[in-house]
């Protein structure tokens, strides 16, 4: 059942329902995801250098070695299990999220990175504060279509 507060989508087949976080718990997992987000953004930027061995931008091996160091300081069960907390699968709870996904991460995550962008994508994109950023980044002929959360 769609309504304002659920989403569904399919992913591998299978039919999922999340629901969309309270105002106030979003802000601060929003502030948890800034943690993580800024410093990787901050290194997207920095990494717009040439390497000085093949003439090529470090910015994904910068981008990747940012996010790796600030996984330590986030605590990743947590916004999994908060962003799928009352998580549904082809009309049924899943009570379990370790089991559901056991043998199928790419599933979890294909359902995470739906559940991130659907709470999340209004904070991230549009007029919000990394819209300047994403313009300053074209500027500089950077392809931004893989960094937006909007689809």
């Known amino acids: 059942m769609d309504n304002k507060f659920f989403r569904t989508k399919e992913v591998n087949g299978r039919k ?24 990787a953004i901050g290194g997207t930027v920095d990494g717009l250098r040439d390497d000085g061995l093949y003439g090529v931008p470090k910015t994904f091996t910068d981008l ?25 699968c ?21 359902v995470l990175e739906f559940a ?11 007029n919000d504060f990394l819209a300047p950023l994403m313009k300053m980044l074209q500027g500089m002929g950077v392809d931004t279509s893989e960094m937006s959360l909007e689809q």
């Open 16 to 39: 999922y329902q999340i629901t969309l976080l309270p105002a106030l718990k979003a802000v601060a997992m929003g502030k948890t995801l800034m943690k993580l987000i800024l410093p």
């Open 64 to 88: 990747a070695l940012t996010i790796c160091s600030q996984l330590d300081d986030v605590d990743l069960d947590e916004i999994i299990s908060v962003l799928l907390k009352d998580l549904v």
């Open 90 to 110: 082809e009309g049924q709870t899943v009570r379990d999220l370790d089991t559901h996904f056991q043998g199928e991460l790419g599933e979890m995550f294909g």
């Open 116 to 126: 991130l962008r659907e709470n999340f994508s209004s904070f991230f994109t549009g």
